[in-house]
């Protein structure tokens, strides 16, 4: 699946059904949960409720029947993953699922919506009353250049700064991947961005430190303003732009490294870390981050995809202790910058030793798994 995205140009009134409509999927999408809570309602079920909502409720029914099912699908969705928490034993909370209050979206599948033969306009048909809306910009993208058929989903987005338009389209990406013959670990830095097994370092993107002062002032211009005043809509709506900011940095430059990292190995193995424990933080920095590094690994396990080399994670255990030369284990703090090894002297920074044994680990378990790497990328993914 490759996704377009546009954002929208239209009027208040046309802003202001987006709103109603996506009102409308979380109105959807509690109900379906609350029937979920109170009869265990199945899938199909919850599929066959979705009329029944839109026969009780006049404004269920103006939203497109496949879009009132894909409101469905995410409650379901989030029930699913309950139910696999559950079944997997998971420590901690199960995410029993939740009402939600700040849905930002509507997606519609292959109909309820046209686009124009010149590709710039795309128009809601449905009962929502959202009509024709322009695509703003990218003239480097065309749409229109696919057949309609291949897209599947269209989705309306609210963001800080607007209204977005994503359309997915069912196409193949395949890149002819030239072999370098190089295989490659990857640390996540605690000073820089990432460590090499050849000892190359990316530093921080320039990006993050700016942006931590910027959020730190938005959020306590933020908590200066009294509730419910308009001072405070507009901090807050300043606010969501920063991160907005942030998101777009963030996704930029993690995509750009991946890229990269991938076009020019042909193996690469990573430390398969719990970033979600790692992101509760407290420490603005050190979120910004972590946040960067998981949507980083997205990409590289994306560009793994793309063209067709392994990316494979492996297991934390002893990867920054262990000694890269002669295996022993050598114990050292988080501030312990250097590994020094008593037994065969090797002095290597530590991020570039944790990367070599990562390499090594997964070079090991590569060579046990014969037939593809089908494998590796599902843990990566
Ligand atoms: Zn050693």
């Keep these: 699946m490759l996704i377009y995205e546009y954002k929208v140009a239209g009027t208040t009134t046309q802003y202001a ?7 409308v999927v979380q109105f959807i999408r509690n109900k379906c949960v609350r029937k979920w809570m109170d009869d265990h309602a199945t899938k199909h079920d919850l599929q066959v409720y979705c009329a029944v909502l839109a026969r009780e409720y006049s404004f269920a029914s103006s939203l497109n029947s496949q ?47 046209k686009l124009s033969v010149d590709g710039k306009h795309i128009t809601f048909t449905d ?3 959202i009509g024709r809306l322009r695509f703003v910009g990218n003239k480097k993208q ?17 963001r800080a700064d607007g209204y977005y338009c994503q359309l997915s389209v069912k196409a193949e990406r395949k890149v002819e991947h030239v072999a370098s013959g190089t295989a490659i670990g990857i640390d996540v830095g605690l000073t820089s961005f ?17 942006a931590e002062k910027k959020l ?10 009294k509730k419910g005043s308009q001072n405070r809509k507009k901090a807050r709506k300043a606010l969501a732009k920063g991160y907005l900011k ?51 690994l997205h990409w590289l396990a994306y560009y793994g995809m793309v063209h067709a080399i392994p990316i494979i994670a492996v297991p934390p255990q002893y990867t920054s202790q262990q000694c890269s030369d002669c295996d022993t284990i050598v114990k050292k ?16 920074d530590r991020d570039h030793n944790a990367a070599r044994n990562i390499l090594e680990k997964a070079l090991s378990s590569h060579r046990g798994c014969t037939g593809g790497h089908s494998e590796t990328d599902r843990l990566a993914l």
């Design 216 to 225: 730190k002032r938005l959020h306590r211009r933020l908590s200066r303003k």
């Design 194 to 210: 990432l460590t090499d097994s050849e000892g190359n370092m990316i530093a921080n993107p320039r990006y993050s430190r700016k």
């Design 246 to 296: 942030v998101q777009r940095q963030r996704e930029d430059f993690a995509r750009k490294q991946a890229n990269a990292l991938v076009s020019s190995h042909d193996l690469i193995a990573y430390e398969h870390l719990h970033i979600r424990n790692m992101v509760r933080n407290r420490h603005l920095a050190k979120s910004i981050h972590d946040v960067g590094w998981g949507i980083f």
């Design 17 to 23: 059904a987006i709103d109603e409509a996506i009102r």
């Design 67 to 113: 879009a009132r099912q894909a409101s469905a699908d995410r409650a379901w969705f989030a029930i699913a993953r309950f139910y696999a928490n559950c079944k997997e034993k998971k420590l901690g909370k199960k995410g029993y699922p939740q009402f939600q209050h700040d849905n930002r979206s509507v997606e519609y599948k292959t109909t309820g919506w």
């Design 333 to 348: 703090s988080l501030s312990m910058r250097t590994h020094m090894c008593p037994n065969c002297g090797l002095v290597m």
């Design 127 to 129: 009962g929502c009353g």
């Design 142 to 158: 065309t749409i229109a250049t696919f057949p309609l058929k291949q897209i599947k989903r269209v989705r309306l987005l609210k």
